[in-house]
């Protein structure tokens, strides 16, 4: 990575809120490579959107100018729409000590790098979160319901009769018999 970049954009884009809209960095060497990256860090406050652009080895491999584009977009059942495209101030990429700078890969090529890359991220905070898992809280939620459930259990059946059927009747043991009037 070269460097990461803030770019700050308005929310609205006339009467269109751009907060669940994804953002792409695309840019045009001087040789006529095309490179693509998405912006997947964004902050959304109330007028602005803040987006962090990590910008990629690619931009970098060619030295010379490199015309820049950011392109707007949100997905509607799985197709692209709305796309909006804001063209941004080229910059220029400096030469490598030894000359000019490397290879650019195809379009293809950067976007199974960003693939890559996202899913080794991914795969990363996942086993953060599963070292971190812990059975503990629900094993305290069990324990709390199994004690529950003995107290609930140790309680008496409470039986009401008449003192006749009292009289009549077998008696259950751990049972609380209560003599009602008959009326």
Do not use: C
Request: aromatic share 8%; no cysteine.
């Amino acid at each position: 990575m070269a460097d990461s970049i803030n770019i700050v954009v308005g929310r609205f884009y006339g009467d269109i809120d751009l907060a669940d809209y994804k953002f792409l960095m695309a840019g045009l060497t001087a040789d006529g490579w095309e490179v693509n990256q998405s912006m997947s860090t964004k902050r959304t406050g109330s007028d602005k959107i803040t987006l962090t652009w990590k910008v990629s080895e690619d931009f970098t491999a060619n030295s010379g100018k490199l015309n820049l584009e950011l392109r707007a977009y949100n997905v509607v059942d799985g197709e692209t729409k709305n796309i909006l495209k804001y063209i941004m101030p080229p910059v220029y990429v400096r030469p490598t000590t030894n000359g000019k700078n490397g290879f650019v890969p195809d379009t293809a090529e950067q976007l199974l790098g960003s693939i890559v890359e996202a899913t080794e991220q991914g795969l990363i905070s996942l086993q953060e979160k599963m070292d971190d898992f812990s059975l503990d809280e629900t094993n305290a939620r069990l324990d709390k319901m199994e004690n529950d459930t003995a107290i609930y259990l140790a309680r008496p059946e409470v039986i009401a009769l008449t003192k006749e059927e009292y009289d009549s009747t077998e008696h259950k043991n751990g049972s609380l018999y209560v003599i009602i009037r008959e009326e």
